[in-house]
């Protein structure tokens, strides 16, 4: 499984800091049903290095991965994208599966204001409940969450290992929550039911 991380416009260290703090959780056995199989299974985690305005660009991205997966089309592929890299991300989502590729899941964390649609499964995650909902607006699959106290708009990128939240199932209604935990978990419980499938 390879997963594809978009940043937004922000320093580089955040990324590394949330691709730290991911794994981290995983190491630790946090979630041991889950960490078990993706620590013995681990996926190749990529991180797009571009920065500014190139964190829009659908093609620089799809540029990226197909240097980074030289003859992988046929491997699956899940986009993790934040803020404004969910914009480049989601094009760059549809320009994969043009290509012939496939994609797996979409998850986009703070992209307020970005409308997600897409024939592969698409999870938000928000800093806070107003972000959550405005952006649901706009589309959003099954199993989405929001930081429940809110957070800054960067700390659930930093640090997802340490922002509670709730845990929504949008097909049934926004409110009220299925159940806490923090991002890290949510996370690492969509990598798992991705692996499986």
Not at 14 to 28: H, I, K
Not at 85 to 101: P, T
Request: proline share 7%; hydrophobic share 45%; aromatic share 10%.
């Amino acid at each position: 499984m390879n997963i594809i991380i978009c940043p937004g416009i922000h320093e580089p260290e955040l990324s590394e800091s949330f691709r730290v703090g991911l794994l981290d959780l995983v190491s630790n056995g946090a979630i041991p049903a889950v960490s078990y199989a993706i620590a013995h299974n681990p996926p190749n985690i990529l991180i797009y290095p571009g920065k500014d305005v190139f964190v829009l660009s659908a093609l620089h991205i799809l540029q990226f991965l197909r240097d980074c997966l030289t003859g992988s089309l046929k491997s699956p592929i899940i986009f993790i994208s934040f803020s404004a890299g969910v914009v480049g991300a989601i094009g760059a989502a549809h320009l994969w599966q043009l290509l012939g590729g496939r994609v797996k899941a979409f998850i986009a964390i703070d992209g307020w204001g970005v409308p997600l649609q897409g024939n592969f499964p698409i999870h938000r995650m928000s800093h806070d409940y107003f972000t959550h909902w405005s952006s649901c607006l706009l589309g959003c699959g099954q199993n989405n969450f929001y930081a429940e106290p809110a957070v800054d708009h960067l700390c659930i990128w930093k640090s997802p290992q340490t922002v509670q939240g709730c845990w929504v199932d949008s097909s049934i209604e926004i409110i009220p929550p299925k159940g806490r935990l923090t991002a890290a978990e949510f996370l690492l419980m969509l990598l798992k039911r991705y692996e499986a499938n």
